[in-house]
């Protein structure tokens, strides 16, 4: 059993370096035993998100559910052949996260089947299942069941993954939009996007930044450099963002290079080290 267990976390650890060098790299920043952890969650959240993004030509509705369905049996059993799943299942129990989230985050995986447009209250149901509740759910595993430093954190881990999620709408409008047709900003049209309204959307992520680092500097030291990295990868990007015209990120995804990145890892790594964070 501990064979089996161990290949199906490093399953989750494979696809979480060919889908994401970012958030590979985040992740060998954090303290090596979140490392196996965070890969369960990755792979997990990657697969679903998979079905609705990128299975095209399948019938995305059944896979989604029939997904669902061996997600919550998995964790019932505590078993699953499906290695996601068994990686996924065994976070699941030993750091008690909350069914609600899971629930919540296939939910809004749900969402990208039905819906195109998103008004205000889509819009915030859709951050919290798809980006907000995956923060919680890894900060489960830093707190390492304190329930008191959870619930202190948790509202700041909400908005740090609003933030990064925020950031991945407008780097993927080319995509979302012209290839899947959907606009998640409310009453943004853009077929007519201006700036005006590239602005208020970024002072709303900037707020975002700015109330999520109050608790990145909170968290327990073996996590702190690793969500950190990813917090100023998502800040490099989001700068790159903001210099850019409407235009051109309708037009082109912006990207940070990997000297870039790895320049963010060396200097997080020596800024925590030296504890000036």
């Known amino acids: 059993m501990d064979l089996f267990t161990k290949t199906t976390l490093e399953c989750s650890k494979l696809i979480t370096e060919h889908y994401s060098t970012s958030f590979t790299l985040g992740i060998k ?3 090596k035993r979140f490392h196996l952890p965070i890969y369960a969650i990755y792979g997990f959240v990657r697969y679903a998100d998979e079905i609705v993004d990128t299975f095209h030509g399948f ?4 896979l989604l559910s029939r997904f669902k369905a061996e997600t919550y049996l998995a964790i019932e059993e505590g078993i699953s052949l499906n290695p996601v799943l068994h990686a996924f299942q065994l976070m699941v129990n030993q750091y008690k ?3 609600e989230l899971i629930e919540a985050f296939l939910h809004s995986m749900e969402m990208d089947l039905y819906f195109a447009d998103y008004n205000q209250d889509g819009y915030e149901q859709y951050i919290y299942g798809s980006a907000e509740v995956v923060g919680l759910m890894c900060l489960r595993i830093f707190c390492e069941g304190d329930a ?3 619930d202190r954190l948790k509202d700041d881990a909400r908005r740090l993954g609003s933030a990064f999620q925020k950031v991945n709408f407008l780097r993927d409008i080319k995509s979302d939009f012209q290839e899947r047709g959907r606009t998640y900003f409310p009453n943004v049209d853009f077929k007519n996007f201006t700036l005006e309204d590239k602005k208020s959307i970024e002072e709303d992520i900037q707020a975002d930044f700015d109330a999520a680092l109050r608790g990145i500097i909170a968290l327990p030291q073996g996590a702190k450099a690793g969500v950190y990295l990813a917090y100023r990868y998502y800040l490099r990007l ?3 963002i903001k210099i850019c015209p409407a235009s051109k990120i309708q037009n082109e995804r912006i990207r940070v290079p990997d000297f ?3 320049l963010l890892l060396a200097s997080t790594y020596f800024q925590v080290r030296l504890n000036t964070l």
């Not at 019938?59 to 059944?62: E, G, L, P, V």
């Open 148 to 150: 008191e430093m959870y």
């Open 97 to 99: 996260i909350d069914h």
């Open 59 to 62: 019938d995305k509705k059944t």
């Open 29 to 31: 920043t954090l303290d």
């Open 260 to 262: 870039q990145k790895i």
């Open 238 to 240: 989001f700068d790159k």
